[in-house]
């Protein structure tokens, strides 16, 4: 079966500092990869998406970026940290037109 | 651009009646509509959807509906239960892309 791992699950980080927040799937070969945010109060927004190594679709202009080093494997990242990126963010993987399956998500507070 | 909207932030329902969750889009080139259930400090989860070659999908006490010409999509609970007290996010997708709405606070009151 399939598994989506994502952490670390909480996260506090001070204004400036850079982030790393890893997903990693098991049991399936080329999934399209998401991450999403949570806002405090907000829907769910789209940030990125990768249908391969490398491939990476930005949504929003932001202070984040992402990358799929391997098939299995994506990272969001910043370089430095804004009090606005605090939220709770998700990974996500599907098989093309099915329903995403979620990862159990990462709080970040940035201080 | 909000592609997906769900226009009630919360819907407050009584145990053992119906809860009518209500969503919008304004792309009509999604051609699959999805809604997911969200506790509190977890990932959502996927819990019925339907292809927009269809209007109506049941699964138990779940039913979604779709209407194309209204960009329209509306998920019904029936009977609704405490423990279906979450967040019901709407979501549509064309190709590889899932856009989510931004969700809609339920509570069934027992």
């Known amino acids: 079966s399939q598994t989506i791992h994502q952490w670390p699950a909480t996260l506090v980080q001070p204004v400036g500092s850079p982030l790393s927040l890893e997903c990693t799937v098991e049991g399936t070969s080329n999934p399209n990869l998401y991450w999403y945010r949570q806002a405090a109060g907000r829907g769910l927004q789209l940030l990125f998406y990768s249908v391969g190594i490398g491939q990476i679709s930005s949504e929003v202009p932001q202070n984040l970026s992402a990358s799929r080093p391997q098939d299995r494997q994506f990272i969001l990242s910043s370089k430095k940290l804004l009090l606005s990126d605090s939220g709770f963010y998700l990974c996500?993987?599907?098989?093309?037109?099915?329903?995403?399956?979620f990862g159990q998500g990462t709080r970040l507070t940035v201080v | 651009d909000q592609q997906v909207k769900q226009n009630s932030p919360s819907l407050s329902v009584q145990e053992g009646r119906i809860s009518i969750l209500n969503c919008d889009y304004t792309n009509s080139m999604f051609d699959y509509f999805l809604w997911y259930k969200k506790y509190p400090a977890e990932g959502p989860t996927f819990l019925i959807s339907?292809?927009?070659?269809?209007d109506k999908n049941e699964d138990g006490r779940f039913t979604v509906f779709l209407n194309k010409s209204a960009k329209h999509l509306s998920l019904h609970i029936v009977p609704s239960q405490p423990g279906d007290s979450a967040v019901y996010f709407c979501a549509a997708s064309r190709g590889n892309k899932l856009v989510f709405g931004a969700g809609t606070i339920l509570r069934v009151k027992s």
């Open positions: 996500a993987w599907s098989w093309g037109l099915s329903e995403a399956f």
């Open positions: 339907i292809s927009s070659i269809k």
